[in-house]
């Protein structure tokens, strides 16, 4: 693993952190690799049951490093994105376990849409989210363009992906494109009681969360409801259904073991 990236996991959850804090973890490719193989290992290892992707030092990501040699003009892209960034962008959508963003601080470019293609987002009132990309002549790349829109709605996706100017975490919160916005000094305290939180719930209904709200993109409601109907189905057999109910009648704390 590339010392770009730094992974642990105490409990269920799995801490990856971008770690180039001189460079505000700007991402090179090797970094961006890392970070999806990371993705991939806690998608497979049953221990882990939340993610949390966080930056080193004052930043969380200041998005693709502009000195990499492969994305001089007149390389080619799509074929760094198809490389890069959209990998990891699928892997984080496509982990079936929530991913908690702890926004420490700048979030630009790749950056900022990485944080927005996680599950719950917290930033510090310091974190702002730039859509620097038209500021070098590119558009929003990392799933930019598909998420702002529905995170913040059209108007605004685009007054930003266009002007470049930055959105504060307090205004990215009004906005509802983020879960929470939090004093730095409690930044950790609140993302390590949600990760927690997080690893406590049941898996298999927190995976059929994250699917559901997302088909629910692309389909009608009469398709929703037959996806609903078929998670609900599925879930129902579950060892921690039976456990939530036991637990709720005999007013105790139930123990979801994702079974
Ligand atoms: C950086 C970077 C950076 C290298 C700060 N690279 N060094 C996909 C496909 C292919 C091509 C292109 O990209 C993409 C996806 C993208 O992500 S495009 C967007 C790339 N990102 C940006 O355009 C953001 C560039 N950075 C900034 O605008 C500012 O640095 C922000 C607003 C993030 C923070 O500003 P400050 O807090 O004032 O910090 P700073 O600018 O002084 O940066 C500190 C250091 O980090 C500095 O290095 P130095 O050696 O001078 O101390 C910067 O050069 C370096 N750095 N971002 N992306």
Redesign the pocket.
């Known amino acids: 693993m590339s010392d770009q990236i730094l992974v642990s996991r105490a409990g269920g959850v799995r801490r990856i952190t971008l770690n180039r804090p ?3 973890n ?2 090179t490719g090797e970094m961006a690799q890392a970070a999806r193989s990371a993705f991939e290992e806690a998608a497979g290892d049953s221990e882990t049951r939340v993610v949390l992707l966080t930056g080193a030092g ?2 969380f990501c ?7 040699s492969a ?1 001089r003009p007149g390389r080619d ?1 799509g074929a ?2 198809e490389r ?2 959209n990998p990891l962008v699928r892997a984080i959508r496509g982990i079936e376990k929530p991913v908690l963003a702890r926004v420490n ?2 979030a ?4 900022a ?1 990485l944080a927005f293609a996680c599950d719950i987002v917290v930033a510090s009132e310091s974190a ?1 989210f ?1 859509e ?2 038209s ?2 002549g ?1 558009l929003p ?2 799933g930019g363009t598909w998420m702002l829109p529905r995170l913040i709605g059209n108007a605004r996706a685009v007054a930003v992906s266009m002007l470049g100017s ?1 959105i504060t975490a307090r205004q990215a919160h009004e906005w509802g494109a983020i879960w929470r916005v939090v004093d730095g000094d409690e930044l950790d305290g609140v993302c390590d009681e949600l990760a927690r939180t997080l690893a406590a719930a049941p898996p298999k209904a927190l995976a059929a969360i994250k699917s559901a709200t997302a088909r629910a993109w692309e389909q009608n409601l009469d398709a929703q409801l037959d996806l609903e109907r078929e998670l609900q189905r599925a879930l129902g057999a579950t060892a921690d259904y039976r456990e939530g109910i036991e637990a709720f009648s005999e007013k105790r704390a139930p123990v979801f073991r994702g079974e």
Do not use: C, H, T
């Open positions: 001189e460079k505000l700007a991402m004052r930043a200041a998005g693709q490093d502009l000195a990499e994305i892209l760094w994105l890069s960034y601080g700048v630009a470019g790749a950056g849409n702002q730039v620097s990309f500021r070098i590119l790349d990392s930055p």
